[in-house]
């Protein structure tokens, strides 16, 4: 590893594991599932060739991602986590919620779509009663959230027996969880109640609601704003 710490506390001891920077992005991007060396970098974004590949190798070292080779007929190696590096998914969400504090909400805007299924587990806050299967479909790439007795389960690919498929891009999601409908929204293929359930999870700051709401908004066409 690199730097340490070396401080008798189990917050200390975390981060001497996950505190370099690209870590917790890359964790962040396996938490839907295992990726080639390849789209892990593209879906990290601008981490240096070499600086992920070290990231790799201390998180392996530390037992929180492991490498797997794929039969045929994709006969390749991925990344994966490991139970232990399962156990980030919990305090990354949730460290993802405070820093919606921080976060613009005109810049969902331009997020790339690989990143909406976790935007969507952190404004999500189900209660423990709530069980929900939605499918998402951005620029061709496909997506899945199963909600079941409080927690937010993602990951890529088909959503299997959806109650609820939402197509369109971040931002058309987004302004759907906000409860906005027709042009500025995506479009809902399946249970209308399902979306109102969702609607009805969404907890964001305040001030971050009305910010969010603003930009909405501003997005309508003409004859749709008010």
């Known amino acids: 590893m690199g730097r340490e710490y070396g401080q008798l506390c189990s917050l200390a001891s975390a981060l001497d594991q996950v505190g370099e920077r690209w870590s917790l992005l890359i964790v962040r991007e396996l938490m839907l599932g295992p990726l080639r060396f390849t789209d892990l970098a593209r879906a ?5 060739t070499d600086v992920l590949t070290k990231r790799l ?7 929180i991602v492991r490498r797997r080779e794929l039969g045929p007929p994709a006969s390749a190696t991925v990344y994966e986590l490991t139970p232990l590096g399962r156990g980030l998914e919990r305090p990354l969400l949730e460290l993802g919620r405070w820093g919606l504090n921080f976060h613009d909400p005109a810049t969902v805007a331009e997020m790339p779509p ?10 999500l806050r189900p209660g423990p ?5 939605v499918g998402l479909r951005c620029d061709e790439e496909a997506y899945w959230l199963r909600i079941e007795a409080g927690w937010t389960e993602a990951g890529r690919g088909e959503a299997e027996a959806p109650d609820v498929v939402l197509v369109g891009t971040p931002w058309e999601v987004m302004a759907l969880m906000l409860g906005e409908d027709g042009e500025v929204a995506a479009e809902v293929d399946g249970d209308r109640a399902a979306v109102e359930a969702l609607r009805a999870m969404v907890a964001l700051p305040e001030e971050h609601r009305e910010s969010a709401l603003e930009e909405v908004e501003s997005k309508k066409p003409p004859a749709l704003a008010t």
């Open 44 to 48: 990290v974004g601008g981490a240096p």
């Open 129 to 133: 009663d709530e069980s929900l299967t």
């Open 114 to 123: 690989a990143m909406l299924p976790n935007a969507l587990r952190m404004v």
């Open 57 to 63: 190798r201390e998180l392996e070292g530390s037992g």
